[in-house]
């Protein structure tokens, strides 16, 4: 009992010292760019909090730039009466034809729920907005949050189950990002004027400061060799792609006809 009860807790630790080893270091991979001390890096580079009240938001950027990239984050959302913040979370790279690929999530009142905005801009181009409730209440704990992002695809995940891919369709003439390296961003920030029920409800700053947290940053740069470089949906992932999209998709501009009168962009008209 007592042998395999040690060796229990070996392995327990074994696999701790595995998993933590694995995960990315914040003091490491990340600097807090503005803000003026409302972001913070704690317990040793395992964890940030990003913090919003009345006179300033706050955010942190990548050391390092990535083209092409499998990058993980936990992110646990402001909780409570959230109405008017919002919480960004994307890629991008620079210049005035730059690539971006944002997860952005509006906050509510208690109770009410986010909404998780995505969008994919290419060459400076966006207008491709997808927005999703969630299966769970991201306020209550970390959930995890990935982009992989290969030459042939985009695809958003949230807990490992895909919400959305944006493929590369160069061949029909819509820019994809190939070229251009980006960093990882994240802000907190206040957008009352169009983020909650589009900008009717407005922020409680007596519920302030607002705060966001992150951990368990993982991140795979691109290299040749990398099975998830061709990665693609699996029948599996098709189907669980296909459950989000029916059950907690609320808006795709792929699906918004009063927006684009002469027609559908080109990446729309693909199966
Ligand atoms: C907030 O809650 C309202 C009411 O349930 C809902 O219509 C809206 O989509 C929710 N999310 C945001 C960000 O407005």
Same mark, same amino acid.
């Given at each position: 009992m007592a042998a395999a009860s040690s060796l229990a807790s070996s392995i327990s630790f074994f696999l701790l010292m595995v998993i933590g080893s694995a995960a990315g270091n914040f003091n490491q991979?990340?600097?807090?760019?503005?803000?003026d001390g409302r972001g913070k890096i704690l317990n040793n580079g395992n964890l940030l909090t990003l913090s919003l009240d009345r006179a300033s938001g706050s955010g942190f950027q990548s050391k390092r730039e990535y083209l092409f990239g499998k990058i993980d984050m936990q992110l646990k959302l402001v909780a409570?009466?959230?109405?008017?913040t919002v919480t960004a979370y994307y890629l991008s790279s620079k210049g005035s034809t730059w690539d971006e690929i944002d997860f952005e999530f509006l906050g509510n009142l208690s109770g009410d729920p986010y909404i998780l905005h995505t969008n994919v801009f290419s060459q400076g181009k966006g207008n491709r907005e997808q927005q999703f409730y969630l299966w769970?209440?991201?306020? =209550?704990d970390f959930h995890t949050y990935s982009i992989l992002w290969n030459p042939q695809r985009i695809i958003f995940s949230v807990d490992g189950t895909p919400i959305r891919e944006f493929k590369n369709m160069e061949n029909r003439g819509v820019p994809f990002p190939t070229r251009q390296p980006m960093r990882i961003y994240s802000s907190l920030w206040n957008a009352d004027d169009w983020a909650t029920r589009g900008g009717l409800v407005k922020t409680d700053?007596?519920? =302030?400061?607002f705060m966001a947290s992150y951990r368990n940053f993982r991140s795979e740069a691109s290299s040749?060799?990398?099975?998830?470089?061709?990665q693609q949906l699996d029948f599996a992932n098709q189907q669980r792609l296909a459950w989000v999209r029916k059950?907690?998709?609320?808006?795709?501009y792929c699906r918004d006809s009063r927006r684009f009168p002469q027609g559908f962009p080109p990446e729309c008209n693909v199966a």
């Open positions: 991979d990340f600097d807090v760019t503005w803000g409570g009466n959230s109405a008017g769970f209440d991201p306020t =209550a700053w007596s519920k =302030a400061p040749a060799t990398a099975p998830w470089m061709s059950n907690y998709m609320i808006y795709d």
